[in-house]
T-cell receptor, first 112, second 112 residues
Framework: DTAVSQTPKYLVTQMGNDKSIKCEQN?????MYWYKQDSKKFLKIMFS???????INETVPNRFSPKSPDKAHLNLHINSLELGDSAVYFC???????????FGQGTRLTVV | SQQGEEDPQALSIQEGENATMNCSYK?????LQWYRQNSGRGLVHLIL?????REKHSGRLRVTLDTSKKSSSLLITASRAADTASYFC????????????FGKGITLSVRP
């Protein structure tokens, strides 16, 4: 069973479109994250949710809106996609103790 | 803001040699973690060291932590070609719930 799964794995779309990436974890973790990894492999935290509540929003444009319907799911919706949004987006989850994060396989978003 | 910074940025060694990677960080932490990322995959947790620990071992991995210098090192002994990957340190800052912050990563190549 996949611990943290995100879909789709690849997403190619045109500028201006709206798209969503879904994430689900079956580990029973309380905390879920979205990270963005750029072409230089720099991994930057975007959002963190704890028990469906937003904990961290790291100066991400308003075009990015996370939604957590329950603590096992954290979806990412992106409006009006821009070229600079092209990156690999990772979902992750963890417990507070121990705080090791489990990552999904990533979604490679390409905006053309 | 970026917390951890690893060095070197890239490391190439022969199979059987040891690989040492360093990480520096800026703020007080609860713990520091190391992750591996194989090409095109998500990150995988390797080892965690708490702020009150100085050294930790796991198989061929040895991690040290010097909180006075705000630095950590990861040693992989008797490297194998399968160790080829990117390695990231991540810090769990004190007073910042659910904000696991990653460095830029080190690309390790192990030549057979």
């Amino acid at each position: 069973d996949t611990a943290v799964s995100q879909t789709p794995k690849y997403l190619v779309t045109q500028m201006g479109n709206d798209k969503s990436i879904k994430c689900e974890q079956n580990l029973g973790h309380d905390t879920m994250y979205w990270y963005k990894q750029d072409s230089k492999k720099f991994l930057k935290i975007m959002f963190s949710y704890n028990n469906k509540e937003l904990i961290i929003n790291e100066t991400v444009p308003n075009r990015f809106s996370p939604k957590s319907p329950d603590k096992a799911h954290l979806n990412l919706h992106i409006n009006s996609l821009e070229l600079g949004d092209s990156a690999v987006y990772f979902c992750a989850s963890s417990q507070r103790t121990p705080p090791e994060a489990f990552f999904g396989q990533g979604t490679r978003l390409t905006v053309v | 803001s970026q917390q951890g910074e690893e060095d070197p940025q890239a490391l190439s060694i022969q199979e059987g040699e040891n690989a040492t990677m360093n990480c520096s960080y800026k703020t007080s932490i609860n713990n520091l973690q190391w992750y591996r990322q194989n090409s095109g995959r998500g990150l995988v947790h390797l080892i965690l060291i708490r702020s009150n620990e100085r050294e930790k071992h796991s198989g061929r991995l040895r991690v040290t932590l010097d909180t006075s210098k705000k630095s950590s090192s990861l040693l992989i002994t008797a490297s194998r070609a399968a160790d080829t990957a990117s390695y990231f340190c991540a810090t769990d800052p004190t007073g910042a719930n659910s904000k696991l912050t990653f460095g830029k990563g080190i690309t390790l190549s192990v030549r057979p």
